[in-house]
């Protein structure tokens, strides 16, 4: 099969094999051997089984009572508004898309681009999910779609020779912003009674270092490095996206408490995996971490286990090429 996927980011051509950054996007590229383009140069994508469409989030200031635009002017109002998915499906066999963040992200457009956004999931032959909980979503938003789960990839061999030296302490999973839940998890994590760090990224917010300590922001294998050496996890992100940090955790054995809606969570870290309203149930996880060893060690061989068992790069080729055969 002939794959091309589309997103906004600059790479052209196929990804390579000892890629610094392998995030899930860049796995899902080199497993499937696609080919990868810029998503504003359609018009020049032709002759392929299958393009698969990871759409730009667009920058948005995102609140409780409705996000505004940066400059109240969408910066990708322009591809939902022209045919490009006209032009793909008009030079290629199947298109489709594959979920980018929450699946509620495209409510913080303006009205007219919402309704171009589910026209251009109309238009798509199918949709690819982080999670099943988003399965639910995209099939009664488009009860005859077709919708499958596009599952979260490390590609393994890119880190193999990571040595594991576990010290005590805890990692957050998300800056101080309500997208990430960070507050919440630092306080879930203080249960723990062992140095708290967290990561750097856009939603760092300041003061953050005041309360943890931050690691710099790296490519994905140094922050796979950086995450080998801790003992335990909290991520309690209210946002269901594709559970990355979830998921790294499960590869190296570290107990992560997280959100039940999140795959990558129910699948690696069933016995943690929570409700992210239920504080209670969060911190009585972590205090039984911390005092049991044998519910820790449990915690820990299970994460593994199913981290190869739901994500391995056969388990991923496996299920991809399933589907795509059917279509």
């Known amino acids: 099969m002939k794959i091309c996927f589309l997103t906004e980011m600059g790479l ?10 392998m995030r899930t996007e860049f796995a899902w590229m080199f497993a499937l ?5 810029h998503i504003r140069n359609y018009h020049n994508v032709v ?14 200031y995102l609140n409780a009572v409705g996000g505004k635009l940066v400059d109240k002017k969408n910066p990708v109002s ?18 489709h898309y594959v979920q980018e963040g929450p ?73 101080f912003a309500r997208w990430y839940g960070g507050f919440e998890s630092y306080i879930v994590a203080q249960e723990f009674e062992v140095p708290i760090w967290g990561q750097t990224s856009h939603a760092t917010r300041d003061g953050e270092s005041q309360l943890v300590n931050l690691l710099p922001r790296v490519m994905w294998t140094d922050w796979m490095m950086q995450l080998s050496s801790f003992k335990y996890a909290v991520h309690l992100m209210p946002t269901a996206a594709a559970g990355t940090f979830g998921l790294n955790c499960a590869y190296f054995g570290i107990p992560c408490i997280g959100n039940e809606d999140v795959d990558t969570q129910r699948l690696c870290h069933p016995d943690l ?3 992210v309203k239920d504080m209670k149930k969060a911190r009585s996880l972590a205090n039984k971490l911390k005092q049991d060893e044998g519910f820790y060690e449990h915690c820990s061989n299970l ?11 056969k388990h991923f080729n496996n299920t991809l090429k399933n589907i795509l055969h059917e279509q």
Request: hydrophobic share 35%; with cysteine; glycine share 6%.
């Open 12 to 21: 052209e051509g196929k990804v390579p094999s000892n890629h610094t950054n």
């Open 33 to 37: 051997d696609a080919d990868h383009r």
């Open 47 to 60: 002759g392929y089984d299958h393009v698969f469409i990871i759409f730009p989030k667009g920058e948005v």
């Open 78 to 95: 322009d591809l939902l508004h022209s045919d490009f998915i006209e032009v793909l499906k008009s030079n290629n066999k199947k298109v």
């Open 103 to 175: 699946h509620w992200l495209y409510n913080d457009y303006e009205l007219a681009d919402q309704i171009q956004f589910y026209n251009m999931l109309s238009g798509c032959d199918s949709i690819f999910s982080h999670n099943e909980s988003d399965v639910q979503y995209y099939r009664g938003l488009l009860p005859t779609k077709r919708v499958h789960v596009m599952p979260t990839l490390m590609i393994e061999s890119v880190i193999s020779k990571i040595q594991q030296k576990t010290e005590d302490k805890t990692i957050i999973g998300g800056n």
């Open 273 to 275: 995996a929570v409700n």
């Open 303 to 313: 994460a593994i286990t199913n981290c190869e068992r739901y994500y391995s790069l």
